[in-house]
DNA sequence: ACCAAAAGTTGAACTAGTTCAACTTCCTTT
DNA sequence: AAAGGAAGTTGAACTAGTTCAACTTTTGGT
């Protein structure tokens, strides 16, 4: 199994350029944590006090609504982030779950490392700015999706652009995650299948 | 009228701490523009080039769906910021037309000196990163609501967050911001009236 | 290897929100 | 001040997607 740390020092040198301080004081800000399927590593309720980087695994990102129904935010697998950015960038009370949908290793950074790290040199903090800039953009362009698309555009957009997390995500997870409920999308799959 | 010079330096004084050389660099930096009604500043195919901040007046992004419905993607008005963040960030051409629904004055930055000006300085790098995080967070507790919320809770959570937006904005406009048809919006507005 | 619980499927009844069309009111421009 | 267009309203017919319920399949723990 591959080794944790260079995989995100990998991430950070598609974006900025390292020494081999850099890499160091990387290494050091971050730590390697092994999760088990079905763990969480933020609850509502709880400051996420980590920005979580996966090494290889799966994990999601959801909320309860009141009637009880959840909603996926997100998903990561291998070489994403994931946490409650709103609970971490202001760190206050998370409103979501983060939970492994597989056996994971991750590598963990705290509140206060990235601080340290962002201030210890400029190039970090370009790195932060430049991370959150692709996010919001992203986060953007979801929105318009869900605003302009069908729940079966929706679904088909999604198959075509992630495949590799199509496979590995549950039914309800990527329902909820597409804005529909799971029999819907457990229906669109299969008139689908059929019209081949 | 205000003095518009004021308006963005106090903005950036709410995240990061100004010299006096700083405050001339970012004056420099900036070309305040006046911007009639009903005039664009971004539209699809061009690169949208600046970054802008509002001194005061009101603007509406949008993406035109394929049967040609309108969906607004975002407000903004006095003291909030615009533009096609997703062609501004990668540089690729725009989606999004950005169109003034009042005669409004602008402060406008173009990208390579925004460039520079993060170049400058590593506080101007971090103004920038906590704004795109903002605004990712922000991005995030939207999708949430429209993933998890009806359209007349969406409304109501609209009109007691941003007031004078919703009294500044034409009703079509909010109607596809929220996701919802302008009839719909009518009726969700007149059976309320009705009800008290 | 077995059993219980969780995940996924299917169909039928339903509903939140859309579409269409006709109308009224409000802005702009001259 | 008038005229023409854009914005907003209302009701009736419709539909994309939900809800409910009964069922089958898969998964995980002992």
Redesign the pocket.
């Given at each position: 199994m591959a080794n944790s740390i260079p995989s995100v020092i990998d991430f950070f040198e598609k974006f900025i350029a390292l020494t081999e301080e850099d890499r160091v004081k990387i290494t050091s800000s971050f730590k390697e944590v092994k999760v088990k399927?079905r763990q969480f590593i933020v609850q509502p309720n709880f400051v996420a006090t980590h920005r979580n980087y996966v090494v290889h695994g799966a994990f999601r990102s959801y909320v309860v609504a009141d009637e009880g129904?959840e909603h996926t935010i997100a998903f990561a697998i291998d070489d994403w982030w994931i946490t409650d950015y709103n609970s971490y960038i202001f760190q206050k009370p998370a409103t979501m779950f983060v939970v492994a949908l597989e056996d994971s290793t991750i590598m963990q950074i705290d509140y206060e490392k990235e601080k340290e790290l962002k201030a210890s040199h400029q190039k970090f903090e370009t790195f932060f700015r430049t991370i959150a800039e692709r996010g919001l953009a992203f986060y953007q362009r979801r929105l318009i999706s869900n605003l302009t698309q069908?729940?079966?555009e929706r679904y088909n957009e999604f198959e075509s652009k992630y495949p590799l997390v199509s496979q590995r995500v549950?039914?309800?997870a990527l329902a909820s995650f597409l804005?529909?409920?799971?029999?819907?999308?457990?229906?669109l799959?299969?008139h689908r299948a059929k019209k081949k």
């Open positions: 399927k129904q069908t729940a079966e549950p039914q309800y804005g529909m409920t799971t029999e819907y999308l457990s229906k799959r299969n």
